[in-house]
């Protein structure tokens, strides 16, 4: 069973930054499309941002755009978070998928959320004054 880790989250203020990590656990993630997704209190999980594994290409949820970005190396994935707000909140998680899962990253970040049947233990973000 695929693992990832996530790291990076924290307490911060509105307006603050935080750069979340994803790495795996026994493999690369370079073969794997992956995703950051994201639950708050009394929430679903819902998709925050995605990339593809060979040439890049991302995906973002409306609430985010312009202020998140999301990136990749070999061995980590990435999730720069600026400007943060207290909707922000939440235990944010990663996951991957081959790349022929999903047709598009788009489709990854809409219907993953419902589709994965198991989350890690995510990392806490709290943005809050």
């Known amino acids: 069973q695929l693992q990832f880790v996530e790291s990076g989250g924290g307490l911060v203020q509105p307006g603050g930054s935080l750069r979340l990590s994803c790495a795996a656990s026994?493999?690369?993630?370079?073969?794997?499309?992956i995703g950051w997704f994201r639950q708050a209190p009394g929430k679903e999980h819902e998709g925050v941002s995605c990339?593809?594994?060979?040439?890049?290409v991302t995906h973002y949820a409306d609430s985010v755009k312009g202020r998140f970005t999301i990136s990749r190396d070999k061995n980590t994935v990435y999730l720069q978070m600026n400007s943060l707000k207290p909707e922000d909140t939440a235990v944010y998680y990663c996951?991957?998928?081959?790349?022929?899962?999903?047709?598009?990253?788009?489709?990854?970040?809409?219907?993953?959320?419902?589709?994965?049947?198991?989350w890690g233990q995510g990392t806490q973000v709290t943005v809050s004054s």
């Open positions: 996951q991957g998928v081959r790349p022929w899962v999903f047709t598009t990253v788009e489709a990854m970040c809409v219907k993953g959320a419902a589709a994965f049947g198991s």
């Open positions: 026994g493999f690369t993630l370079d073969l794997y499309a």
């Open positions: 990339i593809s594994n060979e040439d890049g």
